[in-house]
């Protein structure tokens, strides 16, 4: 069971990104995903997730709507779309899941499974 964090980069202010995140050797797609980001100094914080059944929950660091998380079945992914990005967005970003019937959740102390983290940089 791996998963795969991808898609950091440098974006400018205003801007938006894409992240996916990819599992190999099991379904992600059948399991509770979550992203969380951790900026320097700071704890690591969730910002959405979805569910099993594909119904998406954001928390308070996805700043009213600019982000949007989704699954893409075929592709085993789930993707986080970031628009309208300011400085303050940079972090580094993770993907986790568990195999366990997982409800969302941004207690990160829940998910067992973690991608290594893509860094992305907002210039202002």
């Known amino acids: 069971v791996q998963l795969q964090a991808s898609g950091g980069g440098l974006v400018q202010a205003g801007g938006s990104h894409r992240l996916s995140c990819t599992g190999s050797?099991?379904?992600?797609?059948?399991?509770?995903v979550a992203w969380f980001r951790q900026a320097p100094g700071m704890k690591r914080v969730g910002i959405a997730c979805?569910?099993?059944?594909?119904?998406?929950?954001y928390y308070p660091d996805s700043r009213e709507d600019r982000f949007t998380i989704s699954r893409d079945n075929a592709k085993n992914t789930v993707d986080l779309r970031m628009k309208s990005l300011e400085p303050e967005d940079t972090a580094v970003y993770y993907c986790a899941t568990d195999l366990r019937p997982l409800t969302c959740t941004d207690y990160d102390g829940l998910y067992g499974y973690w991608g290594q983290g893509t860094q992305v940089t907002v210039s202002s």
């Open positions: 979805i569910s099993s059944a594909g119904r998406a929950t």
């Open positions: 050797g099991f379904t992600l797609t059948n399991y509770a």
